[in-house]
């Protein structure tokens, strides 16, 4: 019984503190020998094995029938793990641990968390600040802060894998895909805000991805769509577009996506996307750069993928280049066949393959799966919009607003004169307008619906004038706001024209629309960088004096609006 005893308490001792020791090393502990994992690893067959490196798509907004065919799959493939999209936080948890009581190994929960689970649940969770609003925050630390609510929202919902943060230089204003995900064209602010918010979800228990390697910044392409091709040397993407890579996996990165992009310099093989290619995953990423966290493609519904590489290849290639995570294949069952006979052909090595099983299973062990429980539904969504979070966004919110040219906001008393506030681009009811209005004694409201035609603006024009201060409001209303405004020619002479010495324009857009809107002239120039309620609330404190504004432009628009630019 003593032997018993002693070899228990040996056990209890190098197991649990062989778990605890290095959990702060995520890239160390995933490449370690661990029991728990050799005990699940050896209690799996080689397609169940197969299996834990592939990442099902997961909805809870297209009906239960949709919910129960992926269960099905989850339950007959044993899937390794999901990527949640849309839905609500509710019938996710309850989606969640309807699927994790379906699994032998317990699944690996990943989403797009790029500003937080808003991204994937708008109307029900709190969203933070989008990436291009972050970079122009001076004080990291409020992004790291972010970072760790991030993590605890994750960890409250039982998400365990954050597909962010998006470390591409966003260095072409016309990027369609990335521009205001990313933190700005400068590769060091990149990097520094990137490592802080990545930091961030580490401390907080959560696995980050930095994405889209090699860089997906400089590409006028979605992915989504075909597949762009980078003509750019190995020395140009050295220099710029893996500069936050390689500054972050010396960091110890702990995951890293990449991207479906053609880019010759790297692999010369027509159409070879980045993300199945074996020159790109293994070669530069895991043996050039010194790489040793996972490895994840990106969606593999893609066009950018599937184009080129159809019916289940790109999957095999995908593992045959390195990969140790394939993020939604059109076709899992079938993928997973296809990988086990190119095992057993030896077209893939099964010592590789079980590495990169047992990696998986590392980190699953890492993340405290080895203890699943069940989420708690008991006031999930109230937990997942404390005031704690919300307090963030707006310390956020504010610390990003950027005055450029001039601090001089307006008078609120009778002293200048009627104040016109001008909305274009929005609607009557905006936050920041109904604000303003409730702190001026004189004013008058316009709202530009967009379809006047020439003569209405030059009346508008003419009315508007003859007010003392003019308050121009710029709004982008998309849920991705672009570089350039869906506006008429005309309104954006009327904008120009409106844009003079009386005018403080507030700009609620992508900073890059600075480029597009001619509003120099104004005497003020307030971004605000996107239209969300909390970034209204920032900008109406910094118009009216009750903040000072510390955020700096974290792009060179032009000539006038330069990278860095502030008060």
Known sequence: MKRILLFLLFYFVVVISGYTQDRNDFVSFINEKHVWVDSVFNALSLKERIAQLFLVRAHTNLGQAYIDSVAAVIQKEQLGGVVLF??????????????????????????????????????????????????????????????????????????????????DVNNNPNNPVINFRSFGDDKCLVTEKASRFMCGLLEGGIISSLKHFPGHGDTDVDSHHDLPQLGFSKDRLDEIEMYPFKK????????????????????????????????????????????????????????????????????????????????????????????????????????????????????????????????????????????????????????????LKSEKGIERSNSKGEVAIVTVGGVLEEDFENGLDAHLVRKKRYVLRGDEDEIELKRLLKQIRKSKQIVLVVHDARSRPGNKLNMSEGLKKFVYKLAGKRTVTVMFTNPYVLDELSVGRSRSVIMAYQNDSFMQMAALKVLLGDIKAKGRLPVQVNQYFSFGGGM
């Open 86 to 167: 849309q839905g609500g936080p509710v019938r996710h948890a309850n989606m969640l641990n309807k699927y994790q009581s379906f699994s032998k190994v317990p699944l690996l929960v990943a989403t797009d968390g790029e500003w937080g689970l808003g991204m994937r649940m708008p109307d029900s969770t709190i969203s933070y600040p989008y990436q291009m609003t972050l970079g122009a925050i001076q004080n990291n630390e409020l992004i790291f802060e972010m970072g760790k609510q991030i993590a605890k929202d994750f960890t409250r919902l039982g998400v365990h894998f954050n597909f962010a943060p998006v470390v």
């Open 248 to 403: 972050l996996i010396s960091f110890r990165a702990p995951a890293v996506m990449v991207a479906h992009m053609h880019i010759p310099a790297l692999d010369s093989t027509v159409n070879m996307p980045a993300s199945i290619s074996k020159k790109v995953v293994s070669d530069l990423l895991k043996k050039e750069l010194g790489f040793k966290g996972l490895v994840v493609t990106d969606a593999m519904d893609m066009k950018g993928v599937k184009k080129f590489f159809p019916n289940g290849e790109a999957d095999v290639m995908a593992i045959e280049a390195g990969n140790d995570l394939v993020e939604i294949s059109e076709n899992s069952a079938r993928a997973i066949r296809l990988v086990e006979n190119a095992v057993e052909a030896g077209r893939i090595s099964k010592f590789d393959l079980d590495s990169r099983v047992k990696r998986v299973l590392a980190a699953k062990y890492w993340l405290g799966l080895h203890d699943y429980q069940p989420v708690n539904t008991h006031d999930l969504v109230g937990d997942l919009n404390s005031r704690t979070a919300q307090d963030l966004v707006k310390r956020l919110a504010e610390a990003a607003v950027t005055v």
